[in-house]
């Protein structure tokens, strides 16, 4: 074997590891994300007959996260004999809305994002409704489904 050819073989023989190694580190970036999709978990909130009979109520309540609890809050709808469960995060930046009685709308304080009371986006720049989640009844209490 020659020097130039011995040369040549080694420099493709480095680029080549040179790409699988990166695309190795990121294949390790890019695939965990999907491995670890957060499964739906459901929490008791309250009790079968606290649920609304018309109008939002807003529930909070505690889920475990590692080693100590923390508060969440979701709002619990009842419009003409329709309930759901809405999720209070705007979909705009990740706020906090608030249910204001007398407009009879969700309102983001962040940026001015409104929701009509089925979580549909009325003005401002949320680009989604409000997710609604899942929930159910058993044995007279109510638990609603959070991915965590």
């Known amino acids: 074997m020659q020097r130039r050819e011995f040369l040549k073989k080694a420099i493709k023989f480095f680029f080549s590891v040179l790409f699988i190694s990166s695309s190795a580190v990121a294949g390790l970036f890019l695939y965990p994300s ?8 459901f ?3 309250m009790k079968e007959e606290e649920l609304p009979r018309r109008g939002v109520k807003k529930v909070v309540f505690q889920i475990p996260r590692g080693d100590h609890l923390i508060n969440t809050r979701v709002f619990f709808v009842n419009n003409g004999g329709s309930l759901f469960v809405l999720s209070p995060v705007c979909t705009h930046l990740g706020c906090l809305v608030n249910w204001h009685r007398q407009k009879g709308e969700f309102i983001c304080p962040c940026h001015g994002g409104r929701y009509s009371i089925e979580g549909k986006v009325l003005g401002g720049p949320p680009p989604r409704p409000l997710t609604r989640l899942p929930f159910k009844v058993e044995k007279g209490k109510v638990y609603v489904g959070l991915k965590v």
Do not use: G, M
């Open 34 to 41: 999907k491995i670890r999709k957060k499964q739906v978990r």
């Open 43 to 45: 929490f008791e909130v």
